[in-house]
T-cell receptor, first 112, second 115 residues
Framework: DGGITQSPKYLFRKEGQNVTLSCEQNLNHDAMYWYRQDPGQGLRLIYY???????QKGDIAEGYSVSREKKESFPLTVTSAQKNPTAFYLC???????????FGQGTRLTVV | AQTVTQSQPEMSVQEAETVTLSCTYD???????LFWYKQPPSRQMILVIR??????QNATENRFSVNFQKAAKSFSLKISDSQLGDAAMYFC????????????FGKGTRLHILP
């Protein structure tokens, strides 16, 4: 079955450590996105990529980094520079202009 | 920049009744797409309905329909015959027709279904 897989579902990180969230899709979509969800804030865009080896900052990119070495994969690294990393992170992909986003099941990151 | 506003943080409706969730947006573009997504307690985002701005006819998907008012930049979602499984966060979203675009989400409306 085609879809988007995020792992892990739950992630705990100590302050000062970097952590990488995985996002893999087998939908053959060019575009992939990372959103952060906080209570009362909706979904805010962190980074997005329209094509392999290219990506753009979203509205809240500070403290995050991404790579897009393969069409299927778009990992997100939460660095120690991110001041408030505890949140729910959603990865999405889209097929083309005007199409809807398909989402993974999300990763809940907690800093301890 | 485009914005999406959902003015109702929470709403409640009796089971089997009808409820309407509001959404307004701001854009200078003439061609775009609008979506409603549902996020149940599992937190999986599910597409409910989509509307192309160039279509005057309101989109409908079973018990879900929209009232798209392009001049007013309004895109409300009507849920008929509400069911317990409709309880969720609902997000209104906007996407430009441009290829190099992204989906912009509102802050969401939490819908409670009262038995």
């Amino acid at each position: 079955d085609g879809g988007i897989t995020q792992s892990p579902k739950y992630l705990f990180r100590k302050e000062g450590q970097n952590v990488t969230l995985s996002c893999e899709q087998n939908l053959n979509h060019d575009a992939m996105y990372w959103y952060r969800q906080d209570p009362g804030q909706g979904l805010r865009l962190i980074y997005y990529s329209q094509i392999v080896n290219d990506f753009q900052k979203g509205d809240i990119a500070e403290g995050y980094s991404v790579s897009r070495e393969k069409k299927e994969s778009f990992p997100l690294t939460v660095t120690s520079a991110q001041k408030n990393p505890t949140a729910f992170y959603l990865c999405a992909s889209m097929e083309g202009p005007g199409t809807e986003a398909f989402f993974g099941q999300g990763t809940r990151l907690t800093v301890v | 920049a485009q914005t999406v506003t959902q003015s109702q943080p929470e709403m409640s409706v009796q089971e089997a009744e009808t409820v309407t969730l509001s959404c307004t947006y701001d854009t200078s573009e003439s061609d775009y797409y609008l979506f409603w997504y549902k996020q149940p307690p599992s937190r999986q985002m599910i597409l409910v309905i989509r509307q192309e701005a160039y279509k005057q006819q309101n989109a409908t998907e079973n018990r879900f329909s929209v009232n798209f008012q392009k001049a007013a930049k309004s895109f409300s979602l009507k849920i008929s015959d509400s069911q317990l499984g409709d309880a969720a966060m609902y997000f209104c979203a906007y996407r430009s027709w441009n290829r190099d675009d992204k989906i912009i989400f509102g802050k969401g409306t939490r819908l409670h279904i009262l038995p």
